[in-house]
């Protein structure tokens, strides 16, 4: 019994130890690592300032299709396709390591991994249900206290309350 009550009270303490992690630290990890593999594939769209590389417009428009109801559609307005995934890729990931507009940058990348799972009907269990799971915790909790959007939100709050209460 006495062992018992030892094991029990070594796993509290840890249990305790593990649930002293600041949230702020795994939601940065979550940012970071959702936004890596969305940074890489975006840089490969791209041969200089907004332009399409020669790769990304052939994939769209000759490649890639989406898979619905067992049947294979190819992109709707492939080249236009290719830009916003290649904007989305590059912009979502800088807003998401930053933690500014978190919400809306994880919304943005749930939206893009699933118009990937029905392009790429493979990738669900190593990549896209990661992704969306990872996506839909930022789109849930947000970015954390080391974030941008909690030091906006600071100021901002701060900011209301000094020209609610303007001083004498």
């Not at 840890?14 to 940065?28: E, F, T, V, Y």
Request: aromatic fraction near 10%.
């Amino acid at each position: 019994m006495m062992i018992i009550t030892r094991l029990t009270d070594i796993v509290g303490r840890a249990d305790r130890l593990l649930a002293s992690i600041p949230a702020a630290l795994p939601l940065l990890c979550l940012r970071l690592a959702l936004a890596i593999p969305f940074w890489r594939s975006g840089l490969t769209k791209w041969d200089g300032f907004l332009n399409l590389s020669s790769g990304a417009r052939y994939l769209f428009q000759a490649e890639f299709r989406l898979h619905i109801l067992g049947q294979a559609f190819p992109y709707p307005a492939p080249l236009t396709m290719a830009f916003l995934a290649g904007l989305g890729e590059v912009l979502l990931p800088v807003f998401l390591v930053l933690g500014l507009g978190t919400r809306f940058a994880a919304l943005g990348i749930l939206a893009m991994t699933v118009i990937i799972q029905l392009t790429v009907p493979d990738g669900l269990v190593n990549f896209h249900l990661p992704w969306f799971a990872m996506a839909l915790a930022l789109l849930v909790y947000g970015g954390g206290t080391l974030s941008a959007d909690r030091l906006l939100s600071a100021l901002l709050t701060d900011r209301l309350k000094a020209s609610a209460h303007p001083a004498h």
